[in-house]
């Protein structure tokens, strides 16, 4: 990739700015892939979606949330049975002990309810900053920060917008370079850029509507 070192933080930011538009204008309907109506069911989709697919998330969570439609349903779920129903996403026991947990922590804190604070939702089970990120972004409409997953941090590289490849110290660049109102959202404008252009392996740079200012472009 060639090296940016002589570009100047404005003119980074300035890039990063239309880069947003671009991304905007190619994914108008960008959102949140993993299905849900409340910030219950987001934060239990979130925790499922732990090295799995969003699409694997939603095959399982119609059932899962018809079973369980209340922090006290987690609490005191069965765990083989929960276990169970959530073992096509992978690391189930783990994450059987999230959701059990992160049921007991809100009935006992937050009278069952997800609280819309940073700092209460990083103190639950299951639930780092990351997962925080996705509950307030999209369930309460809240930009606290930007969520960092694979695509957004592969993106983030790849881009120029960031040497980190580090999640946390992602964010930290990214932050300041895109209007705080803008952040929910583009975690989801790059991430549905790495699944359908940018990929991993193969980046498509013929069809990416960003090749012509982007430093990785015909190199990966």
Not at 192 to 209: I, L, M, S, T
Request: charged share 25%; with cysteine; net charge positive.
């Amino acid at each position: 990739m060639r090296r940016r070192d002589e570009e100047s933080p404005l003119a980074l930011t300035r890039r990063a700015r239309r880069t947003n538009r671009v991304l905007a204008e190619v994914y108008p309907h960008a959102h949140c892939e993993l299905d849900f109506t409340t910030p219950l069911e987001l934060a239990v989709a979130t925790i499922l979606s732990a090295q799995c697919t969003d699409k694997r998330v939603n095959e399982v969570t119609p059932a899962l949330f018809r079973a369980y439609r209340s922090a006290r349903d987690y609490a005191e779920a069965d765990r083989a049975v929960l276990e169970e129903q959530i073992r096509p996403t992978g690391f189930f026991r783990n994450k059987a002990t999230s959701l059990i947990g992160l049921g007991a922590a809100l009935e006992e804190r937050y009278g069952g309810e997800v609280p819309a604070r940073m700092e209460d939702l990083v103190t639950l089970p299951g639930i780092g900053r990351k997962t925080a990120n996705v509950i307030l972004g999209n369930a309460y409409d809240i930009n606290e920060g930007v969520t960092v997953d694979t695509h957004v941090g592969r993106l983030s590289v790849r881009l120029g917008l960031t040497k980190e490849t580090d999640p946390v110290k992602v964010e930290q660049a990214l932050m300041p370079l895109f209007p705080r109102e803008s952040w929910a959202m583009l975690s989801h404008l790059l991430i549905f850029h790495g699944r359908r252009v940018c990929d991993a392996r193969r980046p498509r740079c013929g069809e990416c509507a960003l090749a012509a200012r982007c430093p990785s472009a015909g190199i990966g």
